[in-house]
């Protein structure tokens, strides 16, 4: 059974840093397309950003050069670095895997993150 259990959300000031955890179990984020998303009310959800089995990677326009998708594999775990935060980037940050094919694609339950002006 695939979990993704994200963390490290919560208020942080403008200019401030965050780093969200997505803790996987039953799929190995190594050999995963993992990735980030966001979501905020009446929005559809967004990629901030993913990272392929491959090591590929792929940002957001809104968060390149300020957001960074880095795997642990020793904890199995997939981060996302958030630096300069604004108030526009408040929103539910969901952790993805998309193993492709008839594998089907995971989420998690999401984790806020509020940028305070």
């Known amino acids: 059974q695939v979990r993704l259990v994200e963390s490290g959300g919560g208020l942080v000031q403008a200019g401030g840093s965050l780093r969200l955890s997505c803790a996987a179990s039953?799929?190995?984020?190594?050999?995963?397309?993992m990735g980030w998303f966001r979501q905020t009310p009446g929005k559809q959800r967004e990629l901030v950003a993913s990272?392929?089995?491959?090591?590929?990677?792929k940002y957001g326009y809104s968060v390149k050069g300020r957001f960074l998708i880095f795997r642990d594999i020793g904890q199995n775990t997939v981060y996302l670095q958030m630096n300069s935060l604004t108030p526009e980037d408040t929103a539910t940050y969901f952790c993805?895997?998309?193993?492709?094919?008839?594998?089907?694609?995971?989420w998690g339950e999401g984790t806020l993150v509020t940028v305070s002006s």
């Open positions: 993805n895997a998309n193993l492709g094919g008839s594998s089907g694609t995971y």
């Open positions: 039953g799929i190995a984020v190594l050999t995963s397309n």
């Open positions: 990272v392929s089995a491959g090591e590929d990677t």
